[in-house]
């Protein structure tokens, strides 16, 4: 089928158009993309023809036909034949005047829709394979380059992790998360009861989803963290009854659970330690050999070891797993109040009136000496493997480092003073908390409030971030391991005596 050949090169007078349009020549030419054009045409013919009271057809002819039709003009052409092409000189001048910038730029886009569907008409099958070919294997480059990409920033995370361990490993890691803390609001602070008598101590289990209190109702309970529900009660026992039911029968004072969250371990007043299964809080085994109430308990981080520490003055190892004694070590020249261990094979402890803290080193069976505080340092807890915060009753808060025997910084009345005029004391420090490798540790006292500090780098530094409002004593303090929540336990009275009730 004929097409229209669209010549660029601008029109001579003799061809028509006033030298100002384009020739538009009727040839055997492609005329793909040319539609638009031919339509455009035919409207301005169609136009001048009715202009003249007929309407005329436009048809698209060889050539030979072309010369033809000029020879043997019909009965309708034959005045236009006449002028001497006067009729087609007077359409070219008016497609002339008609053709605008707008028109213009119309058919150089058309100029380039057909130069581009002419290349992919004349890509060949070896082109077209060759191209796909190219596609193919950029595509192949891309994902080669993601996937590099990606391994570098696992190995990367694989680093920082194994870097991170061998930080812990060393007691040095330190993570600074102290600025991403905000104080508590009211309404997020959670209120569960179940207790008769002051909680004594608690413990979190590892994987966050359940607290263990105890208390000197001598009952252990087992609270679901997010309904904020019982699970489970492990009732008092009763002399004599110890074949239908075995419990505590004293004041239960201190607690520890394994980091794997098997065993539960908790020591009374009537120097007991008893075994749990963590699980189904179901009664194991007894440990005796304590001479006075027990009141600390420490699981050894990825074992089954046991440190306990007692009234008596001395530190006794277990082995939970095997259910057997291992040994015990002396030091001490007062009660010890408190106890704390880590992943290493030795313990810290706190000495109550004898004011010092003891690192015991279990396998040399040696022991290091700290002193610095001025009362009866009553709690102590390991922020790392290095470092340690105690507190006391004089009102003071301290930070430690293993190799130093006196402490970093050391913050007086960190609770303020209560009292007359002249009489002034200053609220004692009744628990601590650290969240591991952190920089965050709390306070805890009579004066109804808990108190998040902010340890400087180095821990040379200790500067507080905020008070929590509790009312009574907060005889025990635990941070979850994700460090997204902070439990206190909390009773009307110390959990060592009754020298005041609040």
């Known amino acids: 089928m004929g097409g229209i050949n669209y010549n660029s090169r601008p029109m001579r007078e003799s061809e028509g158009m006033n030298g100002r349009g384009y020739r538009a020549e009727f040839g055997s030419g492609v005329s793909v993309g040319w539609s638009m054009w031919v339509c455009w045409f035919v ?22 036909n ?13 005045k236009a034949a006449v002028g001497d092409g006067k009729v087609s000189r007077k359409i070219s001048a008016k497609l002339g005047e008609e053709i605008s910038s707008d028109s213009e730029t119309e058919i ?46 696992e190995r990367d995370l694989v680093a920082g992790r194994l870097q991170e361990e061998v930080l812990e490993q060393q007691g040095k890691l ?43 109702d001598c009952t252990i309970i087992k609270w679901d963290v997010e309904s904020g529900k019982k699970v489970h009660t ?60 027990v009141s600390g308990l420490s699981f050894r981080n990825g074992t089954h070891q046991l440190y306990s520490v007692s009234h008596d003055r001395s530190v006794k190892v277990w082995n939970v797993e095997e259910n057997a004694y291992v040994e015990t070590l002396f030091g001490h020249q007062d009660g ?32 290091l000496v700290f002193r610095g505080h001025g009362g009866s340092i009553d709690c102590i807890q390991l922020i790392n493997e290095e470092n340690m915060i105690s507190g006391a009753d004089d009102g003071s808060v301290a930070l430690w480092h ?23 004391q200053p609220y004692w420090i ?23 500090w902010r340890c400087g780098q180095g821990f040379r530094t200790l500067e507080p971030l905020f008070d929590v409002t509790v009312t009574g004593f907060v005889n025990s303090l635990k941070f979850s391991s994700s460090g997204e929540f902070l439990v206190a336990g909390v009773g009307q009275e110390h959990r060592s005596g009754r020298w005041w009730r609040t």
């Open 336 to 367: 010890i109040t408190g106890l704390d261990s880590l992943s290493r094979e030795r313990c810290v402890t706190a000495g109550g009136r004898d004011g010092t803290i003891r690192v015991w080193k279990i396998t040399e069976e040696s022991q």
């Open 174 to 216: 330190q993570r600074s998360i102290a600025k991403d803390y905000q104080p508590f609001e009211t309404k997020n602070i959670r209120v569960l009861r179940g207790h008769q008598l002051p909680v004594t101590c608690l413990v979190i289990s590892p994987d966050d989803k359940y607290i263990f209190s105890a208390a000197k």
């Open 43 to 64: 409207s301005l013919v169609e136009e001048r023809e009715i202009g003249r009271g007929r309407m005329s057809s436009f048809f698209i002819k060889k050539k030979g």
């Open 402 to 424: 293993v190799s130093k025997k006196k402490p970093l910084v050391t913050v007086k009345q960190a609770h303020g003073i209560h009292g007359d005029k002249g009489l002034e």
């Open 430 to 452: 009744s628990s601590v908390a650290a969240l591991q490798n952190s920089d965050v540790v709390a306070t805890g006292s009579h004066n109804s409030k808990v108190r998040l």
């Open 108 to 153: 150089s886009n058309l100029d380039r829709k057909r130069k581009a569907m002419d290349e992919e008409i004349e890509e060949t099958p070896q082109e077209k394979k060759l191209r796909l070919a190219k596609l193919y294997l950029e595509q192949l480059r891309q994902e080669e380059e993601e996937k590099v990409e990606e391994e570098e920033y």
């Open 234 to 293: 492990i009732r008092r026992g009763r002399k004599g009854m110890e074949d239908k039911h075995v419990g505590h029968t004293a004041h239960v004072l201190c607690m520890a659970i394994s980091s794997d969250g098997k065993y539960l371990a908790t020591g009374d007043k009537n120097k007991l330690i008893m075994i749990w299964e963590a699980a189904t809080c179901k009664h194991l085994y007894k440990f005796t050999g304590h001479k006075d109430a």
């Open 66 to 78: 072309l010369k033809a039709a000029k020879e043997k003009p019909g009965p309708g052409r034959k």
